[in-house]
């Protein structure tokens, strides 16, 4: 008796599911944003010389550049790990319809810390704690933009005003061999 108890128990409980096809995958509510949908070799390159300059006054580059599109007056956020007694450099870029990108870092409660001062698209802030804090961009303007962080040690200044190329430096293509810039 009590076997035929436990079979039908197990039958009772097997039943429902028996004939029931898996219920098919979850689609995802949203695309995740890869990195590479904002690329940009003018970008890039213009980075990659600012990241020379960062370099050569002892900042270390850490992370992937992250990129992103902005439209005027919208920001985007990026989750940031700091160490407490570190210091972080960040610098943008962006493409000319960008007219200026605000950045700020914000502790992990919300408040801000430090933003960038005006006309200059970099910001160095030196954590006073550990823990998570978040990387504010702010556009005026629509267009690409790439943001690259850079570690390094308290102690360090750096001027975020001769960090760039001068525009007419950045727009001129090079001298043919043999000949000079000038007419």
């Not at 801000?112 to 704690?129: D, I």
Request: glycine share 8%; charged share 25%.
């Amino acid at each position: 008796m009590r076997s035929t108890c436990a079979r039908t128990l197990l039958i009772a409980l097997a039943l429902p599911w028996a004939g029931c096809p898996e219920p098919p995958p979850a689609e995802p509510d949203e695309e995740e944003e890869r990195a590479d949908e904002y690329l940009s070799e003018e970008l890039d390159h213009e980075l990659d010389g600012i990241a020379e300059r960062v370099r050569q006054r002892g900042f270390s580059p850490a992370d992937e550049p992250w990129r992103g599109f902005l439209v005027d007056g919208a920001t985007a956020t990026q989750r940031l790990s700091l160490r407490s007694g570190r210091c972080v450099v960040l610098v943008a870029v962006a493409s000319p319809q960008l007219v200026s990108l605000e950045l700020a870092v914000h502790d992990g409660d919300g408040a801000e810390m430090v933003r960038s001062a005006a006309g200059e698209w970099g910001v160095r802030y030196c954590a006073a704690t550990s823990g998570v804090h978040f990387v504010v961009a702010r556009a005026e303007g629509d267009g690409l933009f790439a943001v690259r962080r850079f570690d390094g040690p308290r102690g360090l200044a750096i001027r975020f005003d001769d960090l760039r190329a001068a525009p007419t430096e950045a727009l001129q293509p090079p001298p043919p061999p043999g000949r000079s810039a000038t007419p």
